[in-house]
């Protein structure tokens, strides 16, 4: 923590950077996010197991971003948010600091994108071993037990777009179900509505997803949608070989044709 907070002083006192996103205390088992922008601010920052939300969401918001330059502090999600990011043109090498804090105290500085890629090329992913036991539940279901499941899921979506709002990926300055001429969302929650929403989202991400898992942790009702992401994610990776988030330069899947791709999709 000491290392993060000497680094972040020193950026802001150097003008280096005009912010530094990064975690404060937070109320229960949350850290939260905060924007420092005064070098005796530094001390603020913290750096422990509560700091669990994905930082990068703040790199394409308008308010953060008509701050000046930033610095932020990035879990593992938020590096690979960075690199896909900075694939889908949202930011630019060159255009922000990229601080990554370790457990025992010690802090890495990635210079350029290319050793972001590096880094992660390396590091583990590990998977939360009591979501890892529901995917393989719901994964043994068959298919018509698998369906009646998320249709009891996702019949409990109030679209209140909460998972829409913490993730990192979704920055459209106008979402398509704000747009009603014309409606292609129906706005009230109802099961039909509620399907083309959560389906509309997942395809959104498919292929973009960096599988932070702050969707799931802000929906308010549980709706497990690290379930659909992981779903797309494997997909994604057993037909395309890509993985969102491990390269700065993105041959993004949905949207590149290549000749020899199998479309067994749609036979
Ligand atoms: S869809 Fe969920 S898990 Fe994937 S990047 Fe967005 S918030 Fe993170
Ligand atoms: S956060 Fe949950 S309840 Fe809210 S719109 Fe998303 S899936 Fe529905």
Known sequence: MDELRKKARALLEAGE?????????GTGDRARAIFVREPERADELIFDGRCRQNLAI?????EVKELGKPAIVATLPALKTVLQLAGEFQIAE???VVLAPGADGSLIEFKTFADIEKYLAGAAS??????????????????DERWKYWLGQISRCIKCYACRQACPMCYCPRC???CNQPQWIPVPSHELGNLEWNVMRAMHLAG????CGDCSRACPVGIPLYLLNRVLIGDIESNFHQRAGMKAEVDYALSTFHPDDRENFIR
């Open 176 to 178: 398509t179900v704000e």
């Open 208 to 211: 973009r997803c960096v599988d």
């Open 58 to 62: 703040y790199l394409t918001r308008r």
């Open 126 to 143: 590990p998977i939360d071993p009591a979501e890892q036991a529901e995917m393989d539940r719901v994964r043994a279901m068959s298919p």
């Open 94 to 96: 060159g255009g922000l």
């Open 17 to 25: 950077v005009r912010v530094v996103i990064g975690y404060g205390g």
